[in-house]
């Protein structure tokens, strides 16, 4: 919407952080958005399939197809999904949707550029937040499944719990090792801070939480979608402003 202006119409399918993106379960009426869709944009690398095959089921095959994940972040399938946690993502991907527009409807490239470079510059604040939160030495810290960790990269934060992270993603058990690991990092105080994806549930994460709290360990809340009304650059300064307490060393 930003890059196109009045000349697009745009539907999320997914909107709000009260829906889990792996459990979503698409409507006949999504059906009938996409097969009318002119333009898919979807994350791909594993996370959303069922977008995948509801294209492959539509009978109209002239649709344009982002899958941001491979076409915009350069990832490949095995690769953390999560790929707007990446700074990178949100510039590359306005870049793209402003020439495959332009391409589209040649007489308004002049606007659509124009729009793209305008929400490029929009997210200086944001990158300015990186930098004034980034390490200036890498820093443990432990997640309960990889969200946020393109985020905690570009801010020189290590990941020391990733076997514990990918067994809640993927809703199985951690092993009773990785638990205890993680267990002992959390008394000892060996991370910064714990990263909590509300979107999910889990009795075995929330012990975690509440041990670190237990511990005096701040825990940093963090979501999959973007909550109801807010936009991409409200989402992530929310996410970062939990931050501004931990920067002292």
């Given at each position: 919407?930003?890059?196109?202006?009045?000349?697009?119409?745009?539907?999320?399918?997914?909107?709000?952080?009260?829906?889990?993106?792996?459990?979503?379960?698409?409507?006949?009426?999504?059906?009938?958005?996409?097969?009318?869709?002119?333009?898919?944009?979807?994350?791909?690398l594993g996370y959303d399939d069922w977008m995948e095959k509801l294209i492959k089921a539509s009978?109209?095959?002239?649709?344009?197809?982002?899958?941001?994940?491979?076409?915009?972040?350069?990832?490949q399938e095995g690769d953390n999904e999560h790929v707007w946690y990446d700074p990178a993502t949100m510039p590359k991907l306005v870049s793209v949707l402003a020439d495959l527009f332009s391409r589209m409807d040649p007489a308004n490239e002049d606007s659509y550029r124009q729009s793209a470079q305008e929400y490029i510059d929009s997210l200086a604040p944001l990158n300015e937040l990186i930098?004034?939160?980034?390490?200036?030495?890498?820093?443990?810290?432990?997640?309960?499944e990889p969200v946020f960790d393109y985020m905690l990269n570009a801010l020189n934060y290590t990941v020391i719990n990733e076997r514990f992270a990918k067994a809640i993603e993927?809703?199985?058990?951690?092993?009773?090792?990785?638990?205890?690991?993680?267990?002992?990092?959390?008394?000892?105080?060996?991370?910064?801070?714990?990263v909590h994806n509300v979107q999910t549930e889990s009795p075995i994460v929330q012990n975690m939480v509440n041990l670190a709290r237990a511990n005096q360990i701040p825990v940093i809340e963090v979501s999959e979608t973007a909550p109801q009304?807010?936009?991409y650059i409200e989402w992530m300064t929310d996410q970062l402003g939990q931050l501004d307490r931990l920067t002292a060393p």
């Open positions: 919407r930003a890059v196109g202006g009045e000349n697009v119409e745009v539907i999320s399918v997914l909107n709000g952080s009260n829906i889990d993106p792996h459990h979503f379960e698409p409507t006949p009426d999504t059906s009938r958005q996409i097969h009318e869709a002119n333009v898919i944009i979807y994350n791909g009978s109209d095959k002239s649709k344009e197809v982002i899958v941001v994940g491979k076409d915009v972040a350069d990832k930098a004034r939160f980034k390490q200036a030495e890498p820093v443990s810290v432990a997640v309960s993927e809703e199985t058990d951690p092993s009773p090792a990785d638990l205890a690991s993680l267990t002992d990092d959390i008394k000892k105080g060996r991370i910064r801070f714990f009304g807010k936009s």
